[in-house]
């Protein structure tokens, strides 16, 4: 089994920033893609970025694009999600999730638990 754990949600003001971790455990290969996805109550559940294997053709939402950055971790088998300039509009649940392949285009087999993020003065 692969298991993917997320951390580093929280509640935060408006224009504040917070880093989201997601460890990769169990079959998890190194090549495999990494994404980030969200949710809002009422709301479908939404891209938000993902890491291809070596980084390359990244993929941000329009909604996030100049705010949040993602970022792999090899070694620790860790991606990041820094997320900056936060908008109360970006509260969700995050999840990370993984395909069995390298690409981003690939169906998402494997899903965290998720991570709480609130952005609310």
């Known amino acids: 089994q692969l298991q993917l754990a997320e951390s580093g949600g929280g509640l935060v003001r408006p224009g504040g920033s917070l880093r989201l971790s997601c460890a990769a455990s169990g079959l998890f290969r190194n090549y495999y893609a990494i994404g980030w996805f969200r949710q809002a109550p009422g709301k479908e559940r939404e891209e938000v970025s993902c890491?291809?294997?070596?980084?390359?053709?990244?993929f941000y939402a329009d909604s996030v694009k100049g705010r949040f950055t993602i970022s792999r971790d090899e070694a620790k088998k860790t991606v990041y999600l820094q997320m900056n300039s936060l908008k109360p509009e970006d509260t969700a649940v995050y999840y990370c999730?993984?395909?069995?392949?390298?690409?981003?285009?690939?169906?998402?087999?494997?899903w965290g638990q998720g991570t709480q993020v609130t952005v609310s003065s």
């Open positions: 999730a993984a395909p069995k392949s390298s690409w981003c285009t690939s169906p998402f087999e494997y």
């Open positions: 890491a291809p294997y070596l980084n390359n053709a990244t």
